[in-house]
């Protein structure tokens, strides 16, 4: 079989419980992969809005969920309140397929889930099944996007966004930035604005100079735009399969 990466070193800069697939798919191909995570996933600070949405979970029309991090966080809140069975009366819709799978995990039905993984193909996707008035839950990154959450209210709906975890910058220690100096990637892969925005500010721009940067969205590639480093590939859709494939791309391509 064609390894499609060999002898390609991948720096893969996502949380620690969001890389384990991906470094997988990218071992397969061939690749030498740096794992460094820029960001560390955290409980929210507050918790008693995530509490209390899962409490009165039955209110609501719809939960939309937009990483499998929030499922987690929701479904364990709903264990902790012991209404677990509740939310098979709700509408359930994700973003991406790692989070419909991480809702079918838990035994969820998903009624939607949008063949572009963003908020605004969601949104598209389910506009006619929605009716003003209709309770919509959004367990969010307490720094997540607006997009979806303001395209819903347009649409008349009540929704409630609660912060299901947060992420934090996670500092670079001296030896990983050491080993970026001796061993430069050939290809960086970046699965959030945020952490493109934490990797210029902790190991500067300068060190992506010779690599081909791969992005996960139209959304993380535009913030690489505005940082002044362009992507030279863009994952059809968000999953590791494709993040795969836009590495391979990325250093097959004639231009940088």
């Avoid at 997988?24 to 030498?32: H, N, R, S, Y």
């Avoid at 820029?38 to 937009?66: G, K, N």
């Avoid at 080993?179 to 500010?201: I, K, N, Q």
Wanted: glycine residues 6%.
């Amino acid at each position: 079989m064609e390894r499609r990466l060999e002898g390609k070193r991948v720096l893969v800069t996502r949380p620690r419980e969001r890389a384990e697939e991906l470094c997988f798919l990218l071992e397969d191909e061939g690749a030498e992969v740096l794992s460094v995570p820029l960001l560390e996933l955290h409980p929210p600070e507050d918790p008693r809005p995530l509490a209390s949405a899962a409490e009165h979970i039955q209110r609501y029309t719809w939960v939309v969920f937009a990483s499998p991090t929030g499922v987690d966080a929701l479904m364990e809140a709903l264990r902790e309140a012991g209404t677990q069975d509740r939310i098979q009366r709700v509408k359930v819709a994700t973003v991406g397929p790692r989070t419909t799978r991480a809702a079918e995990g838990y035994g969820l039905v998903v009624v939607a889930e949008p063949s572009e993984g963003t908020g605004a193909a969601l949104l598209n996707l389910i506009k006619d099944a929605l009716q003003p008035g209709d309770e919509v839950l959004l367990p969010a990154a307490e720094e997540g996007r607006r997009e979806l959450e303001d395209g819903l209210r347009e649409y008349g709906l009540l929704v409630t966004r609660v912060t299901a975890y947060r992420a934090t910058p996670a500092p670079l220690p001296p030896e990983s930035l050491a080993l970026l100096d001796a061993s430069p990637p050939d290809v960086v892969l970046f699965a959030s604005p945020r952490t493109a925005e934490a990797f210029v500010e902790e190991a500067g721009r300068e060190r992506l100079a010779t690599a081909r940067v791969v992005a996960i969205g139209p959304t993380t590639a535009s913030a690489l735009e505005r940082l002044g480093v362009p992507a030279a590939a863009v994952a059809e859709r968000p999953t590791p399969e494709s993040l795969v494939d836009a590495a391979v791309l990325a250093v097959t391509s004639t231009v940088h």
